[in-house]
Each structure stands twice: as structure tokens, then as C-alpha cells.
């Protein structure tokens, strides 16, 4: 049972339109709203829903990593995440070695941007539900879908032209779902469907920035998926590690195309903010959730877990990522179980992070100007699942088992502090 299902119409009232029910999609994008009461009634409106339905969430959970251990123990598996670092065609000592350095460099990327932005807002700390709120001043833009378009075909057109004609088959073809609707699940992804066929994309586009970044970020899925195809069915899939190169770029690229178009300084300091916003989103974030998967299914191997100890497990590990500039109330503790990667993809939250360090140290490469950057990069991609971390990297000078890759590509949203800083 998918934890959408459960939450895909929450009861709470929207203070602007007065609509009873919102969608899981809507109520998520709440958290952005540029007003304080949305926010939070938004917020607390999905905590209780998801805490009405805890018990639910607790057994399922209890269920599946129970089922996991069983199948780890049978094929000898050392450690709950040893199976996806498999499926991913990479060591475990290098996906430690990315979580080590991330949790290294959480007091100066997360720590550090939510207490500048706690100055912002004149607070000495964030409500949770504040934590995506816009910064103060910023225009609350909203952008048509033709202008999203618009950017992210520009912004991809500055990179490759051949690149650019893979993407507008998606828009002169229709093979995007962007609106969103009752029923329709949250978040946004591009399902590759098979590789005698072409893919299709789903996102929920509601006009904010984070909007046009997510069209950026899922239209490089389907030209990566565009690309590799050639492989075959068995070999188009590339591992989750890699499967996040293309998208991630993308978003690099509409972003610097945003950040090179905006002259005002203020509107620059938004556009920064916002980037660094995603970037955490998807590497401490998403290295948070990995901590708390690999905590639950060590602790699931002793037997069955409560849901306030899962709950406390969560809690521990979000007040580490977010540092003590964000305030954690009580119904925060029941937002693990909303994240459906724990439920139907456990692991799979890691490799947000290595393609966000390895995109960060692709995208400096490109920008040293190492000699036919563009073939290299349409190779990689090309390659779907034939080939190991180590052979996509080597043209590109980069290796993923010195902590140097990872620090590189953390140095690079560090940077984008400094400025705001």
C-alpha cells in the first residue's frame, strides 16, 4: 500500500481559496506558500493525518524491511543497503564514504543557510513549516507553463543543440502530464516504459521556480532514457547512481541560464537561495532519509519496531541534518511516513546525493573546459547500464572512491552560501 494512498486528499482548509480538501500535491506545495497561515495550517493538517494513520504506516514498514532481511540473509548480504548499492553497480565503502562527508558538511550547508535565513525572517529559528518558505522580499513569480518551457529549451540549447532537439519531443509529441488533479499521486517522474518505445513524463506544475526546476530535472531523465535505449531492454536502464546524472544537470544548467539572464541584485540573491534550497533538498535531505533507513532496518533485524520508536529514530536523525535553526514540533515526528521511497524503493534516497555531487563536479569540469566535454558526456548517458561508476567517470578525470569527488561537489553548494553569507 502506497503512503499516497492514505494522504491523497488531506482535509484541511485552504485560507486563500477556503477549499475543504487539498491534494497530497497541493498540500506539499503549501509548505512554499508565501503566507505564514498556510504554511503551517498546511502543515499541521498533514501531520495529523499521517498520524491518524501511523499504525498503518508502522506495520507496513515493519512488514516490508522484515521481508528485506529475509531475502538479504538468504543471498548473504552483509548490510540492509548492500542490495541497492548492488542493483547500483557500486562498493559499499563508497556509498559510506558519501555518507560520511555529507554528514561532515552538515553545519556548513544546512546548519549554516537555515540560520542565515532564520536572520532573514528576524527569528533566532525556523518553524519546520517555514523551512521552504520564500525569502523574504522575493517576488512570488509565477511562471505559465509556456515560459517554463520556454526557460529550460533555452537553457538547454546554451549546452547542446542536439540535446535540445531530443528534448522537444516531449512537448511536440505530448508525452507530458504536467497538471495536476484529484487522485494524481505527488512529486513528479519520467517512467522510461520500454526501450522500443519512448518515455513519458509526469509532473504536478503549479508555476513556482522549483517548478520550472523540476521540468528541467525530469526532462533530463527522459532524453537520458531517450539516449540509452539503444542498449536494449536488459542493458537501457541505468543504475540509480547515474539514472540522476542527466536530470540533475539540466537543473545546473536552467539554473546559471536563470542566474546569467537576472542583472538585479536581489532577485540574484532569490535565485541563489532557491538553488541552494533544492541542493540541500537532495543531497542532506535525502542523505538524512538514507541514516534513518539504514537505522530502522539494523534495528528491525532485532525485531518488530513501535512506531514511536521509528518515530524517534526520525526525529534524532532530522534534528542532525537541520541543525538547531529549524524547530521540530510533535506531528513532525510522523512525517516519515509519507515518503513513499522507504515504502516501495528502500535505499534508493542515496543516489539523489551522488548525483548531486557528481553533476556539481561534472558541471566544474565542463566549466575548465576539458577537451569534448559534450561527446563524453552524450557517451555517458548513451551507455545506460553497460558500464561501471569508475569507466563513466574516467574520461571526465573524476574518481568516486577519493573523498576529493564528493568534497567537490559539497564545496560547490558551500560556495553558493558564501555568496548569500
Given amino acids: 500500500m502506497g503512503n499516497s494512498i492514505v494522504c491523497s486528499m488531506i482535509p484541511a482548509i485552504d485560507p486563500l481559496s477556503k477549499k475543504q480538501k487539498l491534494t497530497c500535491s497541493e498540500i506539499l506545495n503549501k509548505f512554499s506558500d508565501p503566507e505564514p497561515d498556510a504554511r503551517k495550517i498546511a502543515a499541521k493538517s498533514l501531520g495529523k493525518v499521517l498520524g491518524n494513520n501511523v499504525k498503518l504506516f508502522t506495520l507496513t514498514t515493519n512488514t516490508l524491511a522484515k521481508s528485506k532481511h529475509i531475502d538479504d540473509t538468504m543471498r548473504l548480504l552483509p548490510k540492509p543497503i548492500s542490495s541497492r548499492n548492488l542493483s547500483n553497480f557500486i562498493e559499499d565503502n563508497i556509498v559510506e564514504r558519501l555518507i560520511e562527508t555529507v554528514q561532515e558538511y552538515y553545519p556548513k550547508l544546512s546548519h549554516r543557510y537555515y540560520k542565515i535565513k532564520a536572520k532573514w525572517f528576524g527569528k533566532p529559528y525556523l518553524d519546520y513549516w517555514d523551512r521552504s518558505a520564500p525569502v523574504p522580499g522575493e517576488e512570488h513569480k509565477i511562471y505559465s507553463w509556456q515560459e517554463a518551457v520556454d526557460i529550460v529549451l533555452s537553457s538547454y540549447s546554451r549546452f547542446s543543440p542536439e540535446f535540445t532537439e531530443y528534448a522537444k519531443l516531449f512537448f511536440d509529441n505530448k508525452w507530458i502530464d504536467a497538471a495536476t488533479k484529484p487522485g494524481k499521486d505527488s512529486g513528479?517522474?519520467?517512467?522510461?516504459?520500454?526501450?522500443?518505445?519512448?518515455?513519458?513524463?509526469?509532473?504536478?506544475?503549479?508555476?513556482?521556480?522549483?517548478?520550472?526546476?523540476?521540468?528541467?530535472?525530469?526532462?533530463?531523465?527522459?532524453?537520458?532514457?531517450?539516449?540509452?535505449?539503444?542498449?536494449g531492454a536488459l542493458m537501457c536502464g541505468a543504475p540509480l547512481i547515474l539514472a540522476e546524472t542527466a536530470s540533475v544537470f539540466g537543473e545546473q544548467l536552467t539554473f546559471r541560464h536563470m542566474l546569467d539572464m537576472e542583472k538585479n541584485a536581489d532577485?540574484?540573491?532569490?535565485?541563489?537561495?532557491?538553488?541552494?534550497?533544492?541542493?540541500?533538498?537532495?543531497?542532506?535531505?535525502?542523505?538524512a532519509f538514507c541514516e534513518f533507513e539504514i537505522r530502522l532496518h539494523e534495528e528491525r533485524r532485532k525485531g518488530e519496531l513501535s512506531s514511536e520508536r521509528i518515530c524517534a529514530i526520525w526525529m534524532d536523525v532530522q534534528r542532525k541534518s537541520l541543525g538547531g535553526s529549524i524547530k521540530l514540533h510533535k506531528e513532525y515526528q510522523h512525517f516519515w511516513s509519507y515518503i513513499p521511497h522507504f515504502i516501495h524503493s528502500p535505499f534508493y534516497v542515496y543516489a539523489y546525493a551522488f548525483g548531486d555531487c557528481l553533476v556539481n563536479s561534472l558541471y566544474q569540469v565542463y566549466l575548465d573546459g576539458i577537451v569534448d566535454f559534450e561527446k563524453k558526456y552524450f557517451d555517458m548517458l548513451k551507455s545506460g547500464g553497460t558500464l561501471w561508476h569508475k569507466e563513466l567517470l574516467a574520461p571526465f578525470g573524476l574518481d568516486a572512491s577519493k573523498k576529493e569527488f564528493w568534497s567537490k561537489g559539497l564545496n560547490m553548494i558551500s560556495s553558493l552560501i558564501d555568496q548569500l553569507e
Avoid: C
Avoid at 206 to 225: F, S, Y
Avoid at 267 to 287: F, H, P
Fill in 188 to 231: 513528479a517522474f519520467a517512467h522510461p516504459t520500454t526501450a522500443s518505445a519512448h518515455p513519458y513524463l509526469m509532473l504536478n506544475f503549479l508555476g513556482k521556480i522549483r517548478d520550472v526546476m523540476t521540468l528541467a530535472h525530469e526532462l533530463g531523465h527522459g532524453v537520458h532514457q531517450l539516449l540509452s535505449r539503444k542498449q
Fill in 267 to 287: 532577485k540574484r540573491r532569490y535565485l541563489i537561495a532557491n538553488k541552494v534550497e533544492d541542493m540541500l533538498s537532495t543531497v542532506v535531505r535525502q542523505i
